[in-house]
């Protein structure tokens, strides 16, 4: 099946700063998403990117299908920017998760 | 409803006993997907309902798992006999349709003694 690989693993930034998180598939993958899992464990659909760039806000994501991978851009981070962010996609219709990125924004 | 609903959120219950796990996802939507997460797997998926197609279960675990939508709507999850590496968090997601994005409940958090 399909790997996924995110980096960094970790993530401590100081609030105001930028960052970028990325994420990696072993093969092609038709329904990329982007997920911000909050500190009470609520999962948050971010993003759904199969290709190409979008922009919420203060994020943004990018997915270069051809290369197999995608960015997850966050600007002037804030503190309720905390928590884990996932990519997830597959092949087939279900998602595959990579172990993501906790990222803790301090004040 | 405005999101997708799980019930309940929490439950603790005896290695050995079955439990059923409730999903209630957006209205309209024909897609409806269960996942788990824990410690050690991390979030992996289980189970897959598109419309009236057969289920796609090929991530259930072993055969002590099984789920049933009842009318393209609501899901059961059952997981009989259970064990203590049954642990976890378990999500339902809903989409509008294939390929499409998926939204998460807040989960049912089971514990097994």
């Known amino acids: 099946g399909i790997q996924v690989e995110q980096s960094p693993p970790d993530l401590i930034l100081q609030e105001g700063a930028n960052s970028t998180l990325r994420c990696n598939f072993s093969?092609?993958?038709?329904?990329l998403q982007w997920f911000h899992q909050n500190p009470w464990g609520q999962l948050i659909n971010l993003f759904y990117?199969?290709?190409g760039t979008k922009q919420n806000g203060r994020l943004s994501a990018t997915t270069v299908a051809t290369e197999r991978y995608s960015l997850l851009y966050i600007s002037s981070s804030q503190t309720t920017d905390s928590g884990v962010y996932f990519c997830a996609g597959d092949n087939t219709d279900k998602l595959i998760f990579g172990t993501g990125t906790r990222l803790q924004v301090f004040p | 409803g405005a999101g997708v609903s799980q019930s309940p959120s929490n439950k603790v219950t005896e290695k050995g006993k079955d439990v059923e796990l409730r999903c209630d996802p957006i209205s309209g939507h024909t897609a409806l997907y269960w996942y788990r997460q824990s410690l050690g797997q991390g979030l992996e998926f289980l189970i897959y309902?598109?419309?009236?197609?057969?289920?796609?279960k090929s991530g259930l675990p072993s055969d002590r798992f099984s789920a049933e939508r009842t009318g393209g709507s609501v899901s059961t999850l059952t997981i009989q006999r259970t064990q203590q590496e049954d642990s976890a968090v378990y999500l339902c997601?809903?989409?509008?349709?294939?390929?499409?994005?998926?939204?998460f409940g807040d989960g049912t958090r089971l514990s097994i003694l």
């Open positions: 997601a809903s989409s509008s349709g294939p390929a499409r994005p998926q939204h």
């Open positions: 309902f598109q419309g009236n197609s057969a289920p796609d």
């Open positions: 093969d092609s993958v038709n329904n």
């Open positions: 990117i199969p290709s």
